[in-house]
């Protein structure tokens, strides 16, 4: 019988119930970030206090699981002090890695804390060995966390021209993906994640109800319109209906989730290190499901990886609580080059 | 494999009859039983004060489409007070089995929302702050009287 090594599954935590969630459902490590804007989930009560991280990384440590910080948005100019100084509590509270996207952070994380492991987030848009060895050169970055855009055999050559760990992406909401570089939330509202922290800030969102419609604006424009019985997406830029040409349709991106059930056990023979889960900004109850469904899958993996079969009642139970109508593979089966 | 049915908390309508009797009856009730339990979870520590500032002076108003319930309340100088009907700063709207699937933590509100079963209107910022308080909630904090309900759906 085959055997690969079953990949870490790292969940998210946008709170304490979040994060206990997904360390008693499984996860092998769970990530998260601090109140503010050094991170990409930085949205209204959302995230930790230092009290409140210590207590999870405690809890984590308990159990046998990792704790990994995200800091991935890049520094304000001028402001660059408040980035150092999550970096600085992250080394503090014990935390086993944290997630940088921003070179200079890099730098100081790296400088400062050469204990430290780094992993580079997502939105470092690292999609090529090139530039994932140059980060681990002069970094020394332990982990890189592929962007989405890339196809399964894509993902395979990194790995095999690449000293550094691979993450991917296993379930969650997706958008344009233009990960790090996407700047399309600041034509409508002057904020973005990438200096925010937050995609389409809940503070220029506005839903009206009208028989028969759900209408929903970002800054007064309008984005998108939905029937009574369609479902609805996040109220992204990149998931609006628009008007080209005088057909009115998703132009950009729809309103879907990644879920990569059906290819898991080729994921798992490329030999990733660790498959994560989208959904910081999510409540405890998605952390618990999508945790406790992928720990099954990939314990099922571990068992007998020719013999997986998929439990139809996952598919039902991820599908649910999918945004939007949709469930896609993403780039990962994408049949173009 | 039935540990990974997640929703055994039914998705269930009340009868047609349900809000045409109780738009007859006062709207009072309801309200101030709610705003009796939410000062109860302040005093107990169980809703963290320092996240509740964000509500201070704000209105909201919970409507139980199916059993055709409207509770208005206010949060002033950090307690929580049945208000009489105006424009709240938030409206949130669903079926009484959304609302207790969302409190018993069986399905979270973005699920809601994208099914369209949970509508939100008014201040969408303030809507995440009222997600994220109810989010960041511990429950096994609560005395056991207290939580008999929401460990009971929790099951």
């Known amino acids: 019988m085959e055997h690969y090594r079953i990949p870490e599954l790292v969940c998210p935590a946008g709170g304490l119930p979040a994060l206990k969630a997904a360390v008693d459902n499984g996860a092998d490590a769970v990530y998260f970030g601090c109140k503010n804007e050094t991170n990409a989930r930085n949205f209204a009560g959302l995230n930790f206090t230092r009290e409140t991280m210590s207590e999870g990384i405690a809890y984590a440590h308990a159990r046998g699981r990792r704790a990994l910080m995200a800091i991935n948005t890049f520094p304000v100019p001028g402001r660059e002090n408040d980035w150092r100084e999550a970096i600085d509590s992250a080394s503090g509270l014990g935390v086993d890695a944290v997630l940088l996207a921003d070179i200079g952070l890099l730098d100081y994380a790296h400088e400062h804390y050469p204990e430290l492991s780094l992993h580079l987030s997502v939105q470092g848009s690292a999609t090529s060995h090139e530039a994932i060895n140059f980060i681990h050169r002069e970094f020394g970055i332990k982990r890189v966390v592929l962007p989405r855009v890339l196809t399964l055999a894509q993902v395979a050559q990194i790995i095999r021209n690449t000293p550094v760990e691979v993450e991917v992406f296993g379930f969650g909401s997706l958008c344009v993906m233009n990960e790090g570089r996407c700047w399309l939330s600041s034509y409508a509202t002057g904020e973005s994640p990438n200096t925010a922290g937050a995609c389409s800030p809940a503070k220029f969102v506005k839903w009206e109800k009208s028989p028969g419609w759900m209408s929903t604006r970002l800054n007064g424009i309008l984005i998108d319109r939905y029937t009574d019985d369609e479902r609805a997406g996040y109220p992204a830029l990149c998931k609006g209906r628009f008007e080209v040409n005088g057909e009115t349709y998703y132009a950009l991106e729809e309103p879907v989730s990644l879920n990569v059930l059906e290819i898991l056990p080729d994921i798992v023979k490329t030999g990733v290190s660790a498959i994560k889960v989208e959904g910081r900004q999510r409540s405890p109850a998605y952390v618990a499901l999508v945790t406790r469904i992928l720990r099954a899958a990939l314990d099922a993996l571990g068992r007998d990886i020719a013999g997986f079969r998929i439990d139809p009642a996952w598919r039902a139970d991820l599908a649910r609580i999918s945004e939007g109508a949709q469930i896609t593979l993403g780039a990962y089966n994408r049949p173009w080059r | ?155």
């Not at chain 2, 009856?25 to 509740?52: D, H, S």
């Not at chain 2, 979270?108 to 209107?121: A, C, G």
């Open chain 2, 1 to 155: 494999m039935r540990e990974f049915r997640f929703f055994p908390l039914s998705t269930f309508r009340l009868p047609g009859f349900v809000p045409a009797v109780t738009r007859r009856l006062p709207q009072w009730p309801p309200a101030v039983a709610l705003t009796v339990a939410l000062n109860a979870m302040i005093r107990l520590g169980v809703l963290p004060k320092e996240n509740l500032d964000p509500l201070e002076g704000r209105t909201f108003l919970v409507e139980v489409l199916d059993a055709g319930s409207r509770i208005s309340f206010a949060f002033r100088n950090g307690a929580f007070f049945p208000a009489a009907s105006g424009m709240p700063d938030l409206i949130f709207r669903a079926n009484l089995s959304a609302f207790l699937r969302l409190v018993a933590r069986r399905d979270d509100p973005d699920t809601l929302f994208f099914n369209r079963e949970l509508f939100v209107e008014g201040d969408t910022e303030l809507g995440l702050v009222v997600k994220n308080t109810l989010d960041a909630i511990e429950w096994p904090k609560i005395p056991e009287f207290a939580a008999w309900p929401i460990v009971r759906c929790r099951v």
